[in-house]
């Protein structure tokens, strides 16, 4: 009876925890969107040089979210597949006695798939931060060096 629970509750016990990787990647997104947006709009921005880097992390966390919504479909239809194959079919007809593991396998990868996506973003989110820092530093001694 514990396993037949299983193929239906284990999915749904990840769904939330999927759901708060969507809200705060969905939250960063934004951020580079607006900042990416501003640039854009703006004729000489301070930011432009570093527009190729805001990029490549929208498209990080694009295939990310993208992953994780692939994800909680997974586990949802895992769990709806495990509720039926408990309630509604007998063991003789249980065609979908393993369709929910593997949906839930599916859902798993996927959310290891979007962290993984995260991570390449936070590394070109860290060259962006330091090649800022440098372009600081540099007009900072400029200025010292020029006098302005």
């Known amino acids: 009876m514990i396993s037949e629970l299983s193929s239906w509750v284990l999915p749904f016990t990840f769904i939330p925890g999927v ?7 969905a939250n960063r997104a934004y951020y580079v969107n607006q900042l990416v947006k501003e640039i854009i709009t703006t004729e000489s921005h301070i930011y432009t040089q570093d527009l190729e880097k805001l990029v490549a992390r929208i498209r990080c966390f694009h295939r990310s979210l993208i992953s994780f919504y692939v994800a909680i479909s997974c586990l949802a239809v895992s769990a709806l597949c495990g509720n039926l194959g408990v ?52 007009i900072n001694a400029e200025k010292m060096k020029y006098g302005d």
Do not use: W
């Open 19 to 25: 759901g708060m990787l969507v809200l705060s990647t």
């Open 87 to 138: 309630n509604l079919l007998s063991d003789s007809q249980n065609i979908v006695k393993y369709l929910p593991d593997y949906l839930t396998a599916m859902g798993l990868l996927a959310v290891i798939f979007g962290a993984s996506q995260l991570v390449v973003e936070s590394f070109v989110a860290t060259k962006l931060i330091t090649h800022c820092k440098r372009t600081k530093a540099i």
